[in-house]
Each structure stands twice: as structure tokens, then as C-alpha cells.
């Protein structure tokens, strides 16, 4: 069974009185552990794809679905419980608390599954070691480098051990180098880990990592591409 798997979605929003077809009977299966890149130019969908795979938005027609449970299915109480569990986010522009450091900004998603005090901080001093930043628990993000705001955001989005990683350009506000260090981190937690990373980039090494590449145009899908 996939993970995640769109049948026939379309998303439509309104612009004054103006719809705008943002999919356009979009189909998807994503599969547990692989690495899927989403590309395309601006305009052809890919935030629209990100939002409903990520569980942030609903189709206007269609079904998405995760493991099986169709979204339609779940109230709007259950649904950002099951996001909070299933699904791990990763920003290009990182979106970490700037009040918080390293260490609370990791525990944050732990809180509002009501994980104890003793287990988040035990947790994320873990997932900011297994991501390269043991001794910068206690700064501040304005204490540290891009890259290493990246690597906090990554243990954030592991934070609750979800199936799913879904990264929006990981290496858009990074360096060559830095962004390479980021992809390897994110290619671990597919081969070594088993979770499923979804890569929404205009990056082509980015792409460079994923077993499956899926072209957008016009809310359709244009092309994909098998990886050896």
C-alpha cells in the first residue's frame, strides 16, 4: 500500500470571481522509503501538490489519501493530529522560533503530542546529534549558520518519528556546498532510516537524490522518471 496516493485530484481556488484550476485530475502514489522530487517551473502546481501531500490542504475533487485512510474521512480535529504524527516538515526558509533554542525548537512539535518534559528533552538532544549539531543544543537560531539552522529544522521535523519528510526547496537559501551536506542527511533517512522524503525543488542535485522524479505543468503531471 502507498503511503500517500492521490486519485483524480483537482484544486481549485477563487480569485475575486475569477477559479483558478491550481491540479487538474492530478494521480500520485508515493511509496514507503523512496525519495520523490516534485519539479516543475512556477505556476505548475507544486505548492498545491506540497499542501494536500503534506495534509495542509484538502482536493476540490478527487481523493487523497494516507496509508489508506482517505482524507474525507477525517474531521478537522483528527486531521492535524494525524499530520503532527505522520508527516515531518522542512522549510526553505526554516521556520524556526527565533526565541527558542536549537533544543526547544525540536521539542516544540513533541509538545503538542503531549510528550513528557523528560522525553522531549532526551529526544531532541538525540536528533540534534544524529544530525550533526551535538554541541549547539542551547543557541539560539540567530546564533547559528544557515546550514546548521537547516539541520535544526530537519531534527524538528523528526521530532515525533513520522513516516513521512516532506522538504519545500531544502537547499533553496543555502550554498552549494551546505546544501550537499543537507541531501546526504536527507538520502540517510531513506536508505538507513526507511522514512519517505518527498523533495519539492527547482534544485537539480536535488532531484540528483531521488529514486523518482515527477515533472508538474499546469497542475498536470508532464513526466517521471525512474533513478537506478
Do not use: C, W
Amino acid at each position: 500500500m502507498p503511503v500517500l496516493k492521490l486519485e483524480g485530484v483537482t484544486k481549485d481556488y477563487a480569485l475575486g470571481e475569477t477559479t483558478v484550476r491550481a491540479l487538474r485530475g492530478l494521480d500520485l502514489e508515493v511509496e514507503k522509503g523512496e525519495i520523490l522530487a516534485i519539479m516543475g517551473p512556477s505556476g505548475s502546481g507544486k505548492s498545491t501538490l506540497m499542501h494536500i501531500l503534506g495534509l495542509l490542504d484538502t482536493p476540490t475533487a478527487g481523493e487523497a489519501s494516507i496509508e489508506g485512510t482517505s482524507v474525507e474521512t477525517l474531521s478537522e480535529r483528527q486531521l492535524p493530529g494525524l499530520r503532527g504524527q505522520k508527516i515531518g516538515f522542512v522549510f526553505q526558509t526554516f521556520n524556526l522560533v527565533e526565541t527558542l533554542t536549537a533544543q526547544g525548537n525540536v521539542e516544540l512539535p513533541m509538545i503538542f503530542q503531549g510528550v513528557k518534559r523528560d522525553e522531549r528533552s532526551r529526544r531532541a538532544a538525540e536528533l540534534l546529534t544524529k544530525v550533526g549539531l551535538p554541541d549547539r543544543l542551547l543557541h539560539r537560531p540567530s546564533q547559528l549558520s544557515g546550514g546548521e539552522r537547516q539541520r535544526v529544522a530537519i531534527a524538528r521535523a523528526l521530532a515525533n518519528n513520522p513516516e513521512i519528510i516532506l522538504a519545500d526547496e531544502p537547499t533553496g537559501n543555502l550554498d552549494s556546498e551546505t546544501g550537499k551536506k543537507i541531501l546526504e542527511i536527507l538520502e540517510r533517512l531513506a536508505r538507513e532510516d526507511g522514512k519517505t522524503v518527498i523533495l519539492v525543488t527547482h534544485n537539480p542535485d536535488a532531484a540528483a537524490i531521488a529514486n523518482r522524479v515527477v515533472t508538474l505543468k499546469d497542475g498536470r503531471v508532464v513526466d517521471e522518471k525512474r533513478h537506478a
